[in-house]
Antibody, heavy 115, light 108 residues
Framework: QVQLVQSGAEVKKPGSSVKVSCMVS????????ISWVRQAPGQGLEWMGR????????DYAQKFQGRVTITADKSTNTAYMELSSLRSEDTAVYYC????????WGQGTLLTVSS | EIVLTQSPGTLSLSPGERATLSCRAS???????LAWYQQRPGQAPRVLIY???SRATGIPDRFSGSGSGTDFTLTISRLEPEDLAVYYC?????????FGQGTKLEIK
């Protein structure tokens, strides 16, 4: 079955960057979009952007434009989300999810931004 | 950007009752590309409904979706204790693929 496995929790300082990975197994990696969704503590879901691995094309929510980069490595079936210029408000669980609507989700990666 | 507004914010009902959750879009959602997700405490979301009214694989028929254009509804016909969760709508017809702010369902 399809599984999305994300990298582990991160603690970062304000102003730094983080790169979270999402390895997909059990399905055709290139054929489906991978979205990144975050959830701040006690808050709702926020769509950040997605990539179409087959076309290597990404699009982003306006809120994150210039700060987020989503990439995909077809040789390892892994998608990445890099977020720069981190601030405390970026503290959240970050999920990757396959396809739209998202039938398959990663387990989530907790990012804590603190000085 | 399409803004999705869900109501009510919180719903408190008893087992066996019917729950009606609303999702209103700021502009028409193309081709009814509207999904509903359930997020139980401590878990990742899971898709319940896609295309506004189609149930995802394995979802009980107690869950149903309806609507088109700008107004959508998720109905849970007979509540069970395990339905305790936050429910989100998402439109995936145009980027950014925004979520509503969620409706928290409490089971009395």
């Amino acid at each position: 079955q399809v599984q999305l496995v994300q990298s582990g929790a991160e603690v970062k300082k304000p102003g730094s960057s983080v790169k979270v990975s999402c390895m997909v197994s059990g399905g055709a990696f290139s054929s489906y979009s991978i979205s990144w969704v975050r959830q701040a503590p006690g808050q709702g879901l926020e769509w950040m952007g997605r990539i179409l691995p087959m076309l290597d094309v990404a699009d982003y929510a306006q809120k994150f434009q210039g700060r987020v980069t989503i990439t995909a490595d077809k040789s390892t079936n892994t998608a990445y989300m890099e977020l720069s210029s981190l601030r405390s408000e970026d503290t959240a669980v970050y999920y990757c999810a396959r396809d739209l609507p998202a039938y398959h989700w990663g387990q989530g990666t907790l990012l804590t931004v603190s000085s | 950007e399409i803004v999705l507004t869900q109501s009510p914010g919180t719903l408190s009902l008893s087992p066996g009752e019917r729950a009606t959750l609303s999702c209103r879009a700021s502009q028409s959602v193309s081709s009814s590309y509207l999904a509903w997700y359930q997020q139980r405490p401590g878990q990742a979301p899971r898709v319940l409904i896609y295309g506004a009214s189609s149930r995802a694989t394995g979802i009980p028929d107690r869950f149903s979706g309806s609507g088109s254009g700008t107004d959508f509804t998720l109905t849970i016909s007979r509540l069970e204790p395990e339905d305790l969760a936050v429910y989100y709508c998402q439109q995936y017809g145009s980027s950014p693929h925004t979520f509503g702010q969620g409706t928290k369902l409490e089971i009395k």
